[in-house]
């Protein structure tokens, strides 16, 4: 916990907090969805009020993944707003923290054959059920990294609101490497051997996560990097065969200049380890990597609905301008990795979900774990005057 890079303003569950992470009722998981559902949808309906209304909605994508009630969620949203009998609705589960891309994916394929159509995405996940109780310390480790959050995004392909759209959906990359059983099974929701249910990560999950990633910019890159950059790499990489010279250090990213056709980087929020893992591997500054670090240290990893906290901190600190490009990187369980490409429409400055505490980013995620000094002497070898069988 003291190195999660978790600060101390992050939301969660009720149950949790109260006491109850052991006994969670069914009427604790539908709360927590209510809760962060309705919220979402509320503020968007009110900022889209008389543009959009619920009954305008012609596609439903609702995301979250260890949660699957019945009737469904998108259910629970289309009788709350009494949207109408002919919508689509998809609800999707078991696609982990990059279920938000595979939502917009569904959606934009959908678009393909469907003119003038409004969708609506909502991506969260239940924490309180899926508190882990037992300890299995691969599975505590979800404890320390997962909080409760979620989002709402509109999306259309009407051509009457391209003066009020925001962004623009370049491309969409998808790359599965569940193949490989030790990807498959580096990030699983099981039981230990006392009988917990809890999510289970695994010391694989980072080789994982980059072999998917490599797929998924193998496909995508190419796509909106401009050609000079991608001959220059061909050219340079090609010249390294044939000579002998020493490898270079993985800090050197790997080998493309990713601001030739890319100005902004929305990490998935998962981790320390991942975020710097990424950072490293793509040769990104500290500056691109801060908004995902920013975010986990606000709001925790947030699961499908993280990259958005992400983006809404570049959007608070008036960092994304009219024609600039964004690189959203997701990863999830199974194990895959789904990225996409926004182009941004206009200058945003709303200061969203981050009103109340971006101003003391990221001077505040500087302040030292309160874990750090009060159970540090936990790794203490001579303090350990407790053993446990």
Same mark, same amino acid.
């Given at each position: 916990?003291?190195?999660?890079?978790?600060?101390?303003?992050?939301?969660?569950?009720?149950?949790?907090?109260?006491?109850?992470?052991?006994?969670?009722?069914?009427?604790?998981?539908?709360?927590?969805?209510?809760?962060?559902?309705?919220?979402?949808?509320?503020?968007?309906?009110?900022?889209?009020?008389?543009?959009?209304?619920?009954?305008?909605? #012609? *596609?439903?994508?609702? @995301?979250? &993944?260890?949660?699957?009630? /019945?009737? $469904?969620?998108? !259910?629970?949203? +289309?009788?709350?707003?009494?949207?109408?009998? #002919? *919508?689509?609705?998809? @609800?999707? &589960?078991?696609?982990?923290? /990059?279920? $938000?891309?595979? !939502?917009?994916? +569904?959606?934009?394929?959908?678009?393909?054959?469907?003119?003038?159509?409004?969708?609506?995405?909502?991506?969260?996940?239940?924490?309180?059920?899926?508190?882990?109780?037992?300890?299995?310390?691969?599975?505590?480790?979800?404890?320390?990294?997962?909080?409760?959050?979620?989002?709402?995004?509109?999306?259309?392909?009407?051509?009457?609101?391209?003066?009020?759209?925001?962004?623009?959906?370049?491309?969409?990359?998808?790359?599965?490497?569940?193949?490989?059983?030790?990807?498959?099974?580096?990030?699983?929701?099981?039981?230990?051997?006392?009988?917990?249910?809890?999510?289970?990560?695994?010391?694989?999950?980072?080789?994982?996560?980059?072999?998917?990633?490599?797929?998924?910019?193998?496909?995508?890159?190419?796509?909106?990097?401009?050609?000079?950059?991608?001959?220059?790499?061909?050219?340079?990489?090609?010249?390294?065969?044939?000579?002998?010279?020493?490898?270079?250090?993985?800090?050197?990213?790997?080998?493309?200049?990713?601001?030739?056709?890319?100005?902004?980087?929305?990490?998935?929020?998962?981790?320390?380890?991942?975020?710097?893992?990424?950072?490293?591997?793509?040769?990104?500054?500290?500056?691109?990597?801060?908004?995902?670090?920013?975010?986990?240290?606000?709001?925790?990893?947030?699961?499908?609905?993280?990259?958005?906290?992400?983006?809404?901190?570049?959007?608070?600190?008036?960092?994304?301008?009219?024609?600039?490009?964004?690189?959203?990187?997701?990863?999830?369980?199974?194990?895959?990795?789904?990225?996409?490409?926004?182009?941004?429409?206009?200058?945003?400055?709303?200061?969203?979900?981050?009103?109340?505490?971006?101003?003391?980013?990221?001077?505040?995620?500087?302040?030292?774990?309160?874990?750090?000094?009060?159970?540090?002497?936990?790794?203490?070898?001579?303090?350990?005057?407790?053993?446990?069988?």
């Amino acid at each position: 916990m003291a190195s999660s890079g978790i600060g101390e303003e992050t939301y969660g569950p009720r149950n949790v907090l109260e006491g109850r992470e052991d006994s969670p009722t069914l009427l604790d998981a539908h709360s927590e969805m209510d809760e962060i559902m309705f919220d979402t949808l509320d503020k968007l309906f009110h900022k889209t009020k008389g543009l959009i209304s619920p009954s305008d909605i #012609d *596609i439903l994508v609702v @995301n979250v &993944s260890l949660f699957a009630p /019945s009737p $469904s969620l998108t !259910s629970r949203v +289309i009788n709350r707003y009494k949207m109408r009998e #002919d *919508i689509k609705s998809f @609800n999707l &589960s078991g696609l982990g923290c /990059s279920a $938000s891309v595979i !939502s917009i994916d +569904i959606v934009q394929r959908i678009f393909e054959t469907r003119e003038n159509s409004i969708a609506l995405v909502v991506s969260t996940e239940t924490m309180g059920p899926h508190w882990y109780c037992g300890k299995d310390r691969s599975m505590m480790l979800s404890n320390c990294l997962f909080r409760a959050g979620g989002s709402s995004v509109l999306l259309t392909n009407a051509a009457r609101f391209k003066n009020r759209a925001l962004m623009k959906l370049v491309t969409v990359v998808r790359a599965h490497v569940g193949s490989d059983d030790e990807a498959y099974s580096c990030c699983m929701q099981m039981e230990d051997r006392d009988g917990h249910p809890g999510f289970l990560l695994t010391k694989y999950l980072k080789k994982a996560a980059a072999r998917a990633l490599t797929k998924n910019l193998q496909v995508l890159l190419p796509r909106v990097l401009p050609v000079k950059e991608l001959i220059r790499y061909a050219i340079v990489r090609a010249l390294k065969r044939r000579t002998t010279a020493k490898r270079e250090p993985a800090s050197s990213g790997i080998g493309l200049n990713l601001k030739t056709g890319l100005q902004h980087f929305c990490i998935h929020p998962g981790g320390r380890a991942i975020i710097e893992g990424v950072g490293k591997s793509l040769g990104l500054t500290e500056f691109d990597i801060e908004p995902a670090r920013m975010a986990l240290h606000r709001f925790g990893n947030t699961s499908s609905g993280g990259l958005w906290y992400v983006l809404g901190y570049m959007e608070a600190k008036n960092r994304l301008k009219k024609g600039e490009k964004i690189l959203m990187m997701s990863m999830g369980a199974g194990f895959e990795s789904n990225n996409c490409v926004w182009e941004v429409l206009k200058d945003l400055d709303d200061k969203n979900v981050w009103e109340d505490s971006v101003d003391r980013y990221p001077e505040l995620s500087r302040i030292p774990n309160p874990f750090v000094e009060k159970y540090d002497w936990i790794n203490d070898d001579t303090m350990s005057f407790v053993r446990v069988d």
